[in-house]
């Protein structure tokens, strides 16, 4: 049977997964399947700053370099995932750095990743979840370390900071929760819309918005016309939309395993049907690969109630494939 590679590159679709080191190590099945299934590999958390610079100016890039020399060994390429992030940041850099401080820390650490793989990315991911989470305060834009030092400007700064150290790897703005057609997710939408005009009307060298897709039926109905349009608005920003973080919260969905499987797998069906309807969107990863490695359960916001396993990736946890693949395949099949 065809790859999923193969399915999405009959269309000019690039498709992707994440994996961690850990898991490449300790889960051999893992690898395999995103080196038979994938033409993109995401290292899933050895480049966030935690990681990649534990210590002020001292840098950790083994695990990194593992995973893209794995990609490259392959043939696969390799998206950066992420430079700049309110998360998994170490803990000097949450104790209010200084404006000069916090640009000093930005120039290095941006300029040392994008650096040392420059032309060897796919793309970056440059900021990382910018805007507030209910898309209404402090003009759309999260309360981070970064905006604390630096105001909204730091978003141009890291953009420029990682063009000129790559200036080939595609730079993106990575975002979530823009998909539902609740009121919180449109300000969110319009958040987004509002920071990325700001950015390419002062020329920003950004080329695209990136769309983790973490669905979550939870949060709301998904309405395909209202996710297209805002992908189209994006589209005309002369931008790029890449679906970077695929993958299905099932904590809604009944008990019964075949059940829960038909409802993520048609889900994420309409979903991908949706986005690929638009020619902006070439490029879907997954955020991982098998239930029994996902971080969905570790997770308070994301975890089932009734205490049963949650299924959100296209394998099972001994690593055959679900119905959650076959919408995957499908939907490119149809794309
Ligand atoms: O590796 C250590 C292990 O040694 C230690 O014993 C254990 C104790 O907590 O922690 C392990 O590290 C954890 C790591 O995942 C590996 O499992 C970190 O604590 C944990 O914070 C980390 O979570 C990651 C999370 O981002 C935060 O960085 C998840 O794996 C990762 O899937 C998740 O990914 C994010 C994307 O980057 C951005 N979008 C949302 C997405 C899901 O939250």
Known sequence: APSLAALAAAKGIVFGMALTRDQARDAPPLAAIALAQSAMLVPGNELKWVRAEPGLGRFALDDADALVDLADANGLSTRGHTLVWHEALPAWMETGLSRAEMSTALSRHIGTLCRRYAGRMHSWDVVNEAIEPSGAEAGGLRRTPFLAALGEDYIARAFALAAEADPDAILTLNEYDLERDTDWQARRR????????????????????????HLDPAKGPFNPEVFRSFIRAVASLGLSVFITELDITDRTFPADVAARDRAAAEETRAYLAAALAEPSVRLVVTWGISDANSWVDGNPGTRRTDGLASRPHLYDAAFRPKPLRGAVAEAFRSA
Do not use: E, F, H, K
Request: net charge positive.
């Open 190 to 213: 319009a958040a987004t819309l509002d920071l990325l005009n700001r950015l390419v009307r002062q020329r920003v060298p950004i080329r695209a918005l990136g769309i983790q897709g």
